[in-house]
C-alpha cells in the first residue's frame, strides 16, 4: 500500500495544504482539488485509493459529489463534516460513504481512519475466497456478491459487513467486533455508523430478492445473518 494515491475534496486551501504535509510522511501520494464539480471529474478520470471528502464544496455540494461519484465507481470515500451536522453524516453514509470524520479533527485520527480503510480494501482485494450461505453468494477475489442469479450493486464496506456476517453466519456478532473488522477502529460513543452500513445492505437485499429479512438486529447483542436451513 505504499504511495497510495489520495484524492482530496476540500475547498479550505490552508487545511489541503497541511494534510498534504503530513499525509506525505505517511507515504501516502497526494492531490487536492477546491471545487465539487473538479473533484468529481478527477475522481471519476483517474486511479486512487481513497477519497477525502468535504460536504460544503463550492461548484456542487459534497453531498452531489459523493451520489454521481458511487453511480460509476467504488473507490473508498471518506467525508469530512462539520460538527453539528448529523443529517448530512447519516446520508452520506446512505448514499455509499465508508466512514465520517468531524471538523476540527486530529491529524492522527485521520491518518487511522485511511489506513483502516486501505487495510481493509487491500485485503478484500486480495483474498481468495468464495462463500456461500443459502441462496447469498459471495466471492472476495471478483469482489461480487449475488443473491440467487441477482448481483448485488455493494461499496467496498458493504461488501466487507456482508462478508464477515457469512463467515459467522447463524450466530451473533457485536457491533464493537464488526467495527473493528469492518471499519478497522474501535466503537465510539452513540456511533451508529456500522448500523446504517447494516441498513444499507439490508435494503439491497431485500431489493434483490424481495425475500424478507436476512439479518437480524438482537437487542443489546448486534446482528446475525439468518441462517435459512436452521428455521423451521
Known amino acids: 500500500m505504499r504511495m497510495a494515491r489520495v484524492l482530496i475534496i476540500d ?35 483517474h486511479d486512487y485509493a481513497l477519497v477525502i471528502l468535504d460536504l460544503m464544496l463550492p461548484g456542487m455540494k459534497g453531498l452531489d459529489v ?64 468464495s462463500l456461500v450461505v443459502d441462496d447469498i453468494r459471495l466471492d472476495s477475489t471478483a469482489r461480487e456478491a449475488w443473491i440467487n442469479k441477482t448481483q448485488l450493486d455493494l461499496t467496498s464496506v458493504e461488501f466487507s459487513l456482508l462478508e464477515t456476517l457469512l463467515h459467522h453466519a447463524g450466530h451473533v456478532v457485536t457491533r464493537e467486533h464488526l467495527t473493528e473488522v469492518v471499519l478497522g477502529r474501535k466503537l465510539g460513543p452513540f456511533d451508529r455508523v456500522i448500523d446504517v452500513h447494516i441498513s444499507n445492505v439490508r435494503r439491497k437485499l431485500t431489493h434483490a430478492a424481495d425475500a424478507g429479512e436476512r439479518i437480524k438486529a438482537v437487542r443489546g447483542s448486534g446482528y446475525l445473518l439468518i441462517v435459512r436451513s436452521e428455521v423451521t
Do not use: M, W
Not at 21 to 45: C, K, M, P, V, Y
Not at 78 to 100: F, K, P
Open 11 to 45: 475547498d479550505d486551501v490552508e487545511l489541503c495544504r497541511l494534510l498534504a504535509e503530513r499525509l506525505s510522511t505517511e507515504d501516502f501520494s497526494i492531490e487536492a482539488i477546491h471545487n465539487g464539480q473538479q473533484g468529481l471529474e478527477r475522481a471519476l478520470s
Open 66 to 129: 459523493l451520489r454521481h461519484l458511487r453511480e460509476r465507481s467504488t473507490v473508498p470515500v471518506l467525508i469530512l463534516t462539520a460538527r453539528g451536522e448529523d443529517v448530512d453524516r447519516i446520508l452520506g453514509l446512505e448514499i455509499g460513504a465508508d466512514d465520517y470524520l468531524p471538523k476540527p479533527f486530529n491529524p492522527r485520527e485521520l491518518i487511522a481512519r485511511i489506513h483502516a480503510i486501505l487495510r481493509r480494501t487491500h485485503y478484500t482485494k486480495n483474498a481468495a475466497v
